[in-house]
């Protein structure tokens, strides 16, 4: 068996996959995390979900079998686990199609100030998608939209339906972005169709390294041909988001084990147009907190001051434009 992990076209044996995981596993469990992440450059967290699953009717998602999940999921539980770690703001993503938690989650943020904007949820095209859209932008901390491989959608069949590239037109004139969900060859085919016909509209590919990197040698090839291309568009950014992975009931946590899948991702999009985001809680599943962000941090650290500087807060600003709300979180 063979594993994908080394970005453009290369491959890892499975014997090895599983020699770099083990020798990393026990690193893991014993270092203090706290210790080596210290907090001297500021951190923004550009992907994390907030729910309360205590709310009338429940909620969407997680699901109520799940067990790591399905719990509150609010500002001050993040806070006390990112926080110590020198995370300063983070940028809560939907995590429900329902319109009225646009409402919800905006009311949550704007009594917590670490929370510095949020994604929101909206259908381009449909009957109450302009009306939303113009309600929800007057709130300075709305700041984009997400759609992608979620909520059965897919948005290289739904884009060809009445009044959804206008719709993303719009979103792109108000000055606002659009986050991708969930990346696959088809998906990411899709995102650069709509960047051709939006060159102004300002894109977010969320947990690139998660997506599933096609086995055949053409589609393969396609694949990277297409990110590259995508690349090229001054207004796409992707986030480090969905790193961890689990082999054979393992979760390293080494940069060895992931240098070469990131180092293909870094390769095609630069310092410039990447950014950190934690996917927490759902990352909990994989890794606590400080674990995931170990692994970023070990990974971004030895390009230098300057790149970590963008990757942890300073290309956020560029793509979602948010604003300070707190006097330790950095402003351009």
Same mark, same amino acid.
């Given at each position: 068996m063979q594993i994908d992990f080394q970005g453009i076209g290369g491959f890892v044996e499975r014997r090895e996959v599983l020699r770099l995981a083990a020798s990393t596993a026990f690193a893991w469990a014993s270092r203090p995390v706290a210790s080596i992440l210290p907090a001297s450059i500021p951190i923004l967290d550009a992907h994390i979900h907030l729910f309360d699953t205590r709310r009338p009717g429940g909620v969407p998602w997680p699901e109520t079998s799940d067990p790591i999940l399905y719990k509150p999921a609010l500002p001050e539980r993040y806070a006390a686990v990112a926080k110590p770690l020198g995370v300063v703001g983070a940028i809560a993503i939907e995590a429900s199609p329902l319109p009225s938690d646009n409402d919800w989650v905006l009311e949550v943020a704007e009594t917590n100030p670490m929370i510095v904007g949020m994604v929101g949820d909206l259908v381009p095209g449909s009957p109450s998608y302009l009306r939303e859209l113009e309600?929800?932008?007057?709130?300075?901390?709305?700041?984009? =939209?997400?759609?992608?491989?979620? @909520?059965?959608?897919?948005?290289?069949?739904?884009?060809?339906?009445p009044g959804f590239i206008a719709g993303l037109k719009r979103l792109a004139e108000f000055g606002l972005e659009f986050d991708s969900a969930n990346p696959n060859a088809e998906l990411i085919r899709a995102l650069a169709d709509v960047a051709e016909r939006i060159p102004d509209l300002t894109i977010v590919i969320d947990h690139l390294?998660?997506?599933? =990197?096609?086995?055949?040698?053409?589609?393969?090839?396609? &694949? @990277? $041909?297409?990110?590259?291309?995508?690349?090229?568009?001054?207004?796409?950014? =992707?986030?480090l988001s969905e790193i961890p992975v689990r082999v054979d009931g393992i979760v390293p946590d080494g940069q060895a084990f992931y240098k070469a899948r990131l180092d293909g991702i870094w390769d095609v999009f630069g310092e410039d147009h990447i950014l950190y985001g $934690?996917? @927490?809680?759902?990352?909990?599943?994989?890794?606590?907190?400080?674990?995931?962000?170990? =692994?970023?941090?070990? &990974?971004?650290?030895?390009?230098?001051?300057?790149?970590?500087?963008?990757?942890? @807060?300073?290309?956020?600003?560029?793509a979602y434009k948010w604003h300070r709300r707190l006097r330790n979180q950095p402003a351009p």
């Open positions: 309600r929800l932008r007057a709130n300075p901390l709305f700041l984009g =939209i997400r759609y992608g491989n979620l @909520w059965n959608r897919n948005l290289g069949s739904d884009m060809k339906k390294p998660s997506s599933p =990197i096609p086995t055949a040698a053409p589609d393969r090839k396609e &694949y @990277w $041909s297409v990110l590259r291309h995508l690349s090229e568009n001054p207004r796409v950014f =992707i986030k $934690s996917d @927490w809680p759902n990352s909990d599943h994989l890794a606590t907190y400080d674990e995931t962000l170990t =692994i970023v941090r070990g &990974y971004v650290a030895p390009k230098g001051r300057s790149v970590c500087e963008k990757f942890f @807060w300073k290309n956020s600003i560029a």
